[in-house]
């Protein structure tokens, strides 16, 4: 555990269960640290990382090592938390929300975001719901470990997945507001027309969206493609780059997304991809040049674009190249967090 004492920028993540947000957090803070006197803290964290105990936060010194400590929340309850650490027990905190939703904020959430020092988007789109001025800075991606396979046929067997033919992926939770129903019916009028190819579901429904999970299950062993538009379950994070490097072609079929990060972890893996235009994507995916961008839960576009690709290999491994090129040019983590300590740096600067 790392002593309060030196500690200048405190991230909390009070989330038990692995979230877009958590896996932010546990992606940004230890590459931050290399840099900044960082620390997280909360609930079944990784141990590796630097954290603060949350008993510890009531304790700590009301001064960091550089006058006020920075506070960046990206939940209510961590605004709410910095807040009640800065004016019921004095700790001088300076505090930043990072937004990625895509809505109307309710008036509990205008009334915090209007209380930060500083605030972030993560998209333009998510600037425009935030009734106040926002640094724009998009996720990023480590491309060190998302990247294109050495040895695609070797990995496939090894992940026990067909060596030849195009492979498809949809990876994420498994609900409506994801799309996966979208895939899947898509899915279903393409594979019949492509033999060779395989279509993967992956990642958990929730106790709540095991029936509809079930649902699309049936569905697919009624038209005889379980064979081919297989269901796998999820995998943890560190494991998740092989399973893009497989792919040939990824689609982010959601309904709604506050930001998004799988174009993102599928093109740093040279894997083209065809998204719904919801949260970040259109900002992300280059139409005609990295993938396609189709309407949220229009299966025929998503059937056609996906039909259109696969019958031109030669523009397939076009996409390919221009997606590995756009992830390394403009969405390297290490640009995401060299921007976010900076916003870091100018709040410390003010003491």
């Not at 904020?105 to 001025?133: C, F, N």
């Not at 195009?166 to 996966?180: E, S």
Request: hydrophobic share 45%.
């Amino acid at each position: 555990m790392t002593d309060p004492a030196q500690i200048d920028v405190i991230a909390p993540n009070f989330k038990r269960r692995l979230s877009g947000v958590t896996s932010t957090v546990i992606r940004l803070v230890p590459l931050q640290a290399r840099n900044i006197a960082i620390a997280t803290t909360g609930p079944a964290l990784p141990a590796e990382m630097p954290q603060i105990p949350p008993s510890k936060l009531l304790l700590m010194s009301r001064r960091g090592p550089s006058g006020a400590r920075v506070w960046h929340a990206r939940r209510n309850i961590e605004m709410l938390a910095g807040l009640a650490l800065k004016h019921l027990l004095r700790k001088r905190l300076r505090l930043v929300f990072t937004s990625a939703s895509q809505r109307n904020h309710t008036g509990l959430t205008k009334w915090l975001i209007r209380r930060m020092d500083a605030v972030i988007a993560t998209s333009e789109k998510t600037a425009k719901y935030l009734e106040r001025p926002a640094t724009v800075i998009r996720h990023g991606i480590d491309t060190d470990g998302f990247c294109p396979a050495d040895d695609k046929p070797a990995l496939r067997r090894d992940l026990g997945l067909p060596e030849t033919g195009p492979i498809i992926g949809c990876y994420g939770r498994i609900r409506a507001q994801k799309g996966t129903d979208a895939f899947v019916d898509a899915m279903l009028r393409v594979l019949p027309d492509h033999p060779d190819a395989t279509a993967i579901v992956m990642g958990r429904a929730t106790e709540k969206h095991q029936g509809f999970e079930q649902g699309l299950k049936t569905r697919v062993a009624q038209a005889g493609m379980s064979d081919r538009l297989l269901f796998l379950p999820e995998v943890p994070v560190w494991e998740m780059a092989r399973w893009y490097q497989a792919l040939d072609l990824y689609i982010a079929p959601q309904r709604w997304e506050g930001f998004g990060l799988t174009p993102l972890e599928a093109m740093a893996c040279a894997v083209p991809v065809i998204a719904t235009r919801v949260g970040a994507f259109d900002e992300l995916v280059i139409d005609g040049e990295t993938g396609a961008l189709i309407d949220a839960g229009d299966v025929a576009q998503m059937a056609h674009a996906t039909d259109a690709i696969l019958r031109d290999p030669p523009r397939l491994e076009q996409w390919s190249r221009s997606a590995l090129r756009r992830v390394r040019d403009h969405f390297r983590i290490e640009q995401e967090a060299a921007a976010i300590t900076a916003i870091y740096r100018d709040l410390l600067a003010r003491g």
